[in-house]
């Protein structure tokens, strides 16, 4: 009530209902003072039919069903019809004043809020009218006159009733549309905000892909202002090879087939360059009824240029920059394939640079990389763009020429490549002069798979490798696969230092009257990557021929004597750690230092060293081998001549060289058992060893009785399979520890 109270206040305020306006209405009315009075002498008569009024006129309203769903219950009708009542009562009360007006408001507001059109409320009064009409009759009817002036009268306060409830209506309906309008600006206004400050690109595209509206973000994205975005199409912003694409989801959103559509696509930038967005669109028909298009646009460039990197550094050489193998597998496959259809020629190129392992060594690894990123630059600078350069790893590089009309193109690329590759480059001041070896396979020629041509251009720069270098070489088939095995072995071993590809295994040595493991003999392993273990025997004498044994010999010799000062800090008894030194390690003139340094360098005690030698390399030359002795003894190293009895020793140089011990060869221990002229060796070297104060070691004892023969002729130790065959330094580190938990 109080709301409807202040509501009529209020709506009486706006409406300008003051007293003149209410004077002015009432003089067009004809209102007079004559009418009031008239009305005022009928009011108390009407009261007593008041009642029926009021009860006709919602009768009359219920009769139509639309308005009996606006009435629904009888308390609602009740109140109404109480209010109607109060009505009709101020209706011949003779007061028409402000209150009058405030009351015929209120009431025209309760009916606007229940719902009631104008229509029915107009058309209401007319059966009100009647029955007033009828009822003044029956009260004036014998005064005519006097009945038509107040019929009159009622009629003009009626009228004026009626203003006062359409301007109600009116009122009410322009306060809603009033309302509406500023929720309607309200969430244009939230819109606009939302749509200015959103984080991702927002666009209004026409049906013809005209930019109709767009936010800050957008324009950020595409680096164009507002201005001249609208004057672009969405598919001047797109780039060339994703329009396709576009156009089709775009007929599909059209045909309703898609509601809206997502996907990572690229627009150019005002710069040029391209941007990764993820675009979602979804299509509406406007007011209009055009078509109409909404965008949004998510810059994804970081996470696509995070993409590219993780596979870019997936096939690419992450020194280099160049494909890795991988890559250039696929690139060889291409090139295959284009070359099948066009019947040309694919030439595949093994790069290796000559003496690579010299720059490693004396400048640093830090100088091997700038040195193999330049001859990478080299290499991919003397190429077609539509050629690869991969590399394959270490110094090597393999290069795939396609679609060579002729065998001669394959030459001519690798003239410039060794042309290139040769030119001087400084590094740390220092003048180098670098060389490579290349060989070359021909697809169809050398085979039609990429392994098949790889492996031929990989045969053919060994061949290159085995000149002088700085040369290259076409694979040829005949070259003799022996020949080839032992050229490949080669080249294998050469890396295999860089690859990390040696292991050294001990074999125990063990005091024969105790049983006690004194000493291991360090023995080489290799496994090449992918490969089978190759024995010691397969390739220390390849070694011993190109001499690689130095640099193979140095890493045996540092690693065992690591591994003695690791077991020593680990806790285990003194264990004498065996080298074998080979002939070229042994004629080496800085042998002595390079033993000192490393003893420095690793930690390692000399005095549980021993260096090996066989006895056929000692008698190679004896004299510079009692010089060398000297002076390793004087540093605390232990001696052994190696395989005694298989070289012809001369007793005298014997006697002056200040050895520690003698190894007797495992293939006299093979037989002692059974063979008496072994058992005499065996027999006589022991002798001849004590008698010169030589400790004498046995090799290669596999069973019982030969240590049984060994041990009845006084052979101070022993090693074999019969105790272990050689094993891993971890091995040898969990058999001491067992042997000490047995004691
Ligand atoms: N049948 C039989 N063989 C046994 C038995 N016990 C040990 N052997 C094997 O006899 C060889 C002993 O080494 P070696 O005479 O110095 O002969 C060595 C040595 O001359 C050379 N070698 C191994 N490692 C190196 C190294 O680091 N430097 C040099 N220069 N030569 C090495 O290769 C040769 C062969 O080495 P491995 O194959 O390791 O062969 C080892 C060892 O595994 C046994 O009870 N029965």
Not at 21 to 46: N, Q
Not at 82 to 98: E, F, I
Not at 689 to 709: C, I, P, T
Request: proline content about 3%.
């Amino acid at each position: 009530m109080r709301d409807l109270d202040q509501w009529a206040d209020m709506a009486a305020a706006e409406m300008k209902l003051d007293a003149k306006e209410i004077a002015g209405r009432k003089a067009f009315l004809e209102l007079s003072d004559k009418d009031v009075a008239l009305l005022r002498d009928i009011h108390a008569a009407l009261q007593d039919k008041m009642h029926g009024f009021s009860k006709g006129f919602y009768d009359h309203l219920q009769t139509e069903p639309e308005l009996r769903a606006l009435l629904p219950d009888e308390r609602t009708l009740n109140r109404l019809r109480r209010s109607q009542q109060g009505y009709l009562h101020g209706l011949t009360a003779g007061q028409y004043d402000g209150d009058y007006v405030r009351e015929r408001l209120r009431v025209g507001l309760v009916h606007h809020r229940i719902g009631l059109a104008p229509k029915w409320y107009i058309g209401a009064y007319r059966k009100y009218l009647t029955e007033l009409l009828e009822t003044l009759w029956e009260l004036l009817g014998d005064d005519p006159p006097r009945f038509l002036a107040t019929y009159g009268a009622a009629l003009k306060v009626i009228c004026l009733d009626m203003g006062l409830a359409l301007d109600t209506y009116a009122h009410a309906d322009q306060q809603q549309l009033r309302q509406q309008a500023n929720r309607l600006r309200e969430r244009e206004e939230q819109y606009r905000l939302t749509f200015n400050q959103a984080a991702v690109g927002i666009a209004h595209v026409a049906g013809d892909g005209r930019l109709l509206r767009v936010n800050a973000k957008f324009a950020a994205i595409t680096g164009y202002t507002e201005a001249e975005l609208l004057r672009l199409t969405i598919t001047q912003l797109t780039h060339p090879d994703d329009r396709d694409h576009d156009l089709l989801l775009i007929a599909r959103l059209k045909s309703g087939e898609l509601a809206e559509y997502s996907r990572e696509k690229r627009y150019i930038h005002k710069e040029g360059h391209a941007v990764w967005i993820n675009v979602t669109a979804s299509s509406l028909l406007d007011a209009a009824g055009e078509r109409r298009y909404i965008t949004v646009v998510e810059d994804i460039s970081r996470r696509k240029q995070a993409e590219e990197k993780l596979v870019r550094m997936a096939n690419h050489d992450a020194l280099t920059g160049l494909p890795n193998r991988m890559l250039l597998e696929d690139r060889l496959s291409q090139a295959i394939a284009h070359a099948h259809r066009t019947q040309t020629l694919v030439a595949v190129m093994f790069v290796d640079l000559d003496r690579f392992k010299n720059i490693n060594d004396s400048l640093g690894h830090d100088a091997g990389d700038e040195v193999i990123v330049e001859i990478a630059r080299r290499i991919a600078g003397n190429l077609r763009e539509t050629d690869t350069a991969a590399r394959q790893g270490g110094d090597e590089f393999v290069v795939v020429l396609g679609d060579l009309a002729r065998e001669e193109d394959a030459c001519t690329v690798a003239d410039k490549i060794l042309g290139a590759l040769t030119q001087p480059m400084v590094l740390r001041g220092q003048e180098i002069f670098p060389t490579g070896s290349i060989g070359i396979s021909l697809y169809p020629r050398d085979g039609l798979e990429p392994q098949a041509l790889l492996k031929a251009a990989d045969t053919a720069m060994y061949r290159a490798k085995a000149g002088s270098g700085n040369t290259y070489e076409f694979y040829v088939n005949s070259m003799g696969m022996d020949a080839m095995d032992s050229l490949r072995l080669e080249g294998a071993l050469r890396r295999a230092l860089e690859r990390d590809e040696f292991q050294l295994h001990y074999q125990p040595q063990v005091d024969i009257a105790t049983g006690t493991v004194v000493g291991v003999e360090a023995l080489l392993r290799w496994q090449p990557q992918g490969g089978a273990m190759v024995p010691p025997g397969d390739f220390i004498p390849l070694a011993e021929q190109t001499g690689l044994i130095v640099p193979i010999g140095d890493w045996v010799l540092a690693t065992a004597c690591a591994q003695q000062k690791a077991w020593r800090e680990a806790g285990l008894p003194p264990l004498t750690v065996s080298v074998n030194l080979s002939a070229r390690q042994f004629q080496r003139q800085d042998l002595v230092e390079l033993v000192a340094r490393l003893v420095r360098e690793t930690g390692c005690d000399p005095r549980y060293l021993a260096l090996e030698i066989t006895e056929t390399d000692v008698m190679e030359n004896p004299q510079a081998a009692v010089a060398i002795f000297r002076q390793l003894n004087e540093m605390g190293v232990q001696l052994a001549i190696d395989d005694f009895g298989t070289g012809y020793s001369s007793l005298s140089y014997l006697k002056r060289f200040p050895i520690d011990s003698l190894k007797i060869d495992r293939s006299f221990v093979h037989d002692i058992t059974h063979d008496i002229d072994d058992a005499t060796i065996v027999h006589s070297v022991i002798a001849l060893a004590h008698s010169m104060h030589l400790k004498v070691v046995a090799e290669g004892v596999e069973d019982a009785r030969q240590l049984q023969f060994l041990r009845e002729h006084g052979c101070d130790q022993m090693q074999g399979y019969y105790v272990s065959k050689p094993v891993p330094a971890s091995a040898i580190e969990a058999m001491m520890q067992r042997t000490r938990a047995a004691a």
